[in-house]
C-alpha cells in the first residue's frame, strides 16, 4: 500500500504523508511527529541523540512510554503533550529530561496538524536543547549576584576604610592643634622653626617672651639678629648651623641680645630636620634663658678666684710660717738636750720629766712644721707644662717593676695622647690607679690591665664647661682591670 492510498482511507494520511518527507532529518532540531492517539509516526535523528534510542524502535510508541524513563518527576505524560496540542493553539512549553548523560532542559515547540477539512490529525513537537543557555544564564545571575554581593562588600569596606579615616584626620587635626597649642603656650623655651639658611619661619610665645620681638617683626628675619657684634663678626651663628648640619645637633651656650639691647644668657640646641629622602629641610632652635643660673656661675667662680688667692696667700704663709719655726724649735730641742746631758746628776726626776716631755713635744712640732712645709712646696710646684702621656706611664711602670713581675701581671697599653699637666701629679695618678689594681686583684689570677684613650668634643662631655661645648677638645683616658672591684655605692668615697 502506497502512502497516497493510506492518505485517502486513513484520517491520519495527512500527518503520515508529512511524517515521510526527509526534510525533517536535515533540521538542526529534534522533531517528534505523533497522531491524535498520542502514538509516534515519525522521529528524526536528532531526537535519538538526545534520549538515545533508535529509530525503529521509537516509532509506534506512545509518547508518554517514550519519554517516561527521562522526565524524573514524570511531568511528561502523553495527556500532559496531547493536551496542549488540542487546544488549538501552538504552544512552546520548557521541560526537563534525563537522558543517559545528564540533566538537559529541552524548549518544546507543539503544533497541531490539520487535513484537508480543518481536522486535527495529530501533532508536530520539535525539542530544541537550551541547558547551555539556561545554565549560562543561571551562571550568569549567580555571577551577577556575587558581584553585587562583592560590589556591596566593597562599598561597604570603603564606607568603612573613609570612616576610619575621616576619624584618624580627626584626631591628627586634634593632635596637631595640640602640638601646636603646646609648643605656642610654652613660655620657659623659646622654640624656633628654621628654613636651610637660617630664616625664621615660626616661634612660640616663649620666643616673644624671652628675645622681646613679637611675631610678626622676627618672621622672616636670620636667626643671627639674636647675637652680639663680636659673636657675629666670628660667624658663631654660621657655624653652629654647619654643625648641626654635620653632626644633626649643635649645643651652645653663651650671650645673646634682646630686641631692647640688653643680654641674657642662653642655652640653645639647633637640630636638623630631614624629609623622607633624608635632605635637610630646615632646623629647629630651642633657648633657654640661663641668666639667673650664669649670673649665679660667675659670682661663684669670682668667689673661687677670691678663694684661690687667698689659699695661696695662706700657703705662702705656711711655708714661710714652717721654714722659720724650724730654727727657734732647733734652738728649744738643743739646750733641752744640753740640760740633760749638763744637768743629768743634779735634776730630781720631776725635773728629768719635764725635760724629756718637752723633747717629746719639740719632736712632734717638729713633724708637724715638716708636713706644712712639704704640702706647700706641693702646692708652689703645680706648675703645668705638655706632657708626653705614654712617657709619664712608661716612667710608673718602671718604679711599680718589681710588684708587676711578682704578680705576673698583663699590662695593655693603646696610644696615648698629650696631656697639659703637672708631671708630679700625673704620675701620682697613674701610679695609685696601677698599683691599686695590682694590689686588689683576685686570688690566683694574673692582674690584667688595659689602658687606652680616645678624644671626645665639648659637646659630647657632660663635664665641659659651657664655653667648651662647642669647639674644645678633651683626652678620656680609660683604665680598666680585672681586680676584685668595689661596691658603686662606695666609689664617691673612695675617689675622694
Known sequence: MDLENIADTNPTASLINLSDYNYIETLPVAICICDTEGVIKKINRKTVELFGNSISTSIGTSISEYFKPYSPNNN????????????????????????????????????????????ITGTIICFEDITDAIQGQQALQESEHKYQELITSLEKEIENSTAELVSKNEALKRSEERYHKMVDEVEDYAILLLDKDGFIQNWNKGAEKIKGYSEAEIIGKNFRIFYRPEDQAVNLPERLIETARKNGKAIHEGWRVRKNGTNFWGSIVITALHDEKGDIIGFSKVTRDLTEKKLAE????????????????????????????????RKIKTFSDLLISKYENELDEEGRSMLERMQVASDRMKVLITDLLNYSRISRMLDKTLLDTNKEVEDVLTDLDTSIKDKKAVINIKQLYPIYGNSTQIRQLFQNLISNALKFSKPGVAPHIDISARIVHGYEADFALPEEKLQTKFQYIEISDNGIGFEQQYAEKIFQ
Request: aromatic share 8%; hydrophobic share 40%.
Open 298 to 329: 660667675d659670682k661663684l667662680k669670682r668667689y673661687a678666684e677670691e678663694l684661690k688667692f687667698q689659699n695661696s696667700e695662706l700657703q705662702q704663709f705656711a711655708y714661710v710660717a714652717s721654714h722659720d719655726l724650724q730654727e727657734p724649735l
Open 76 to 119: 511528561v505524560t502523553e495527556n500532559s503533550l496531547l493536551q496542549l496540542a488540542s487546544d488549538n493553539a501552538d504552544k512552546i512549553i520548557e521541560l526537563t529530561f534525563q537522558n543517559k548523560n545528564f540533566s538537559i532542559i529541552l524548549k518544546a515547540a507543539l503544533a497541531t496538524l490539520k487535513d484537508g477539512q480543518n481536522r
